[in-house]
């Protein structure tokens, strides 16, 4: 009950403007080990904008709610106007915090005449730090798992008619099925929509290539900048590698769709998931087949939260094939060495790797 408590106060702090910086790491903290929480949020927005206690108690239990409430100095009283939210705007931190979500938002006041209407918006976003990988259940069922420096944000009317999430980085999704309300991944070259299916989007804004791996269903796959150019259906096993920057999404079946800077591929039949590259990180497991140490030193700096540095051209093109699982960062480079000719030096978490 201590961590309980403590985090309705952090919350509280952060939704009031009070918190010191060691309180806004402390809370981070918390959320990014317990990323399941955030789906909770859709009922705080609900209650910001219907501010019924009935609704949120019966979600949250009223003899918990009915706590919080003696503990912020609260009695029950009828629905508050908006005006007075501003006024109680710390007590609904307070109120927040019992049913385990943050509200993140911003608010603008608008004038039509001599009139204001406030109006709010409000996304809610999972980090996974480099060194890091994160599970979390979105607020209709669907399990996303996030790789390593990867950020996904979704607005609190995700639920509506339709689901959408913004991605940065790495991400496998498991969607639970909905006809009525598609699910959409935006990221910052394709659109890829389903209806309930697993699959793995790969789109780090500084690489220059965006991967959608499709494990069981279907996906259509849009371009970002054109929606009403022609899709690609992706069906179990395939993996489409869109180039950022190329002029047509076209499915490629020959060398000039390649040239055009995209082209689907088939993966190995009767292979598990633990054994996919796209989809083994998810059992905390970095594969790598024939990449050149400059490639694997991309994935190793995100899987190990380190930095690595070539001071030599020729060993930045050694090619490996392996994997890492428990390793840490020394007996990955050690492990490395056994069949490639490197030395390699550690100065905090930055490495330099030279000629042997």
């Not at 019966?58 to 009915?66: I, K, M, Q, R, T």
């Not at 991400?171 to 009525?180: C, E, H, L, T």
Request: charged share 25%.
């Amino acid at each position: 009950m201590y961590l309980e408590d403590r985090i309705a106060i952090l919350i509280a702090r952060k939704l009031s403007g009070e918190a010191t910086s060691a309180e806004m790491k402390e809370l981070q903290d918390h959320l990014l080990l317990h990323p399941e929480e955030q789906y909770l949020n859709e009922l705080l927005s609900d209650y910001w904008e219907h501010p019924t206690f009935s609704d949120v108690a019966e979600s949250v239990g009223p003899s918990h709610f009915d706590k919080i409430l003696a503990a912020s100095g609260e009695e029950k009283k009828p629905p508050i106007a908006k005006k007075a939210r501003l006024i109680s705007f710390k007590w609904l931190s307070v109120a927040a915090a019992t049913i385990g979500a943050i509200a993140a938002g911003y608010f603008l006041w608008s004038k039509n005449g001599a009139d204001k209407k406030l109006v709010a918006t409000t996304r809610n976003e999972v980090v996974a730090r480099k060194g890091t990988r994160t599970k979390l259940v979105l607020p209709d069922g669907s399990t996303v798992w996030l790789n390593s420096e990867s950020h996904l944000s979704y607005s609190n009317n995700f639920n509506d008619s339709l689901r959408e999430v913004e991605l940065d980085g790495e991400a496998y999704f498991d969607v639970v099925k909905n006809p009525k309300r598609p699910f959409i991944v935006h990221t910052s070259g394709i659109n890829v929509r389903v209806l309930g299916t697993a699959f793995n989007v790969k789109s780090y804004e500084a690489e220059s290539f965006i991967e959608a791996t499709l494990i069981h269903g279907m996906i259509e796959v849009s371009r970002k900048d054109q929606p009403k150019s022609p899709k690609i259906i992706l069906h179990p096993h395939e993996k489409l590698v869109f180039e950022k920057g190329s002029n047509l999404l076209t499915k490629a079946n020959s060398a000039a769709d390649e040239s055009k800077g995209l082209f689907v591929s088939t993966l190995p039949a009767n292979i598990s998931d633990t054994a996919i590259i796209e989809t083994a990180w998810i059992y905390n497991k970095l594969l790598f087949e024939g990449d050149t140490f400059k490639e694997l030193a991309v994935k190793m700096e995100r899987w190990f939260n380190v930095k690595i540095r070539f001071e030599n051209e020729r060993v930045a093109n050694f090619r490996f094939r392996g994997a890492f699982e428990k390793e840490n960062i020394t007996q990955a480079l050690e492990a490395l060495q056994l069949t490639a000719p490197f030395k390699y030096s550690i100065t905090g978490n930055e490495i330099t790797i030279n000629k042997k």
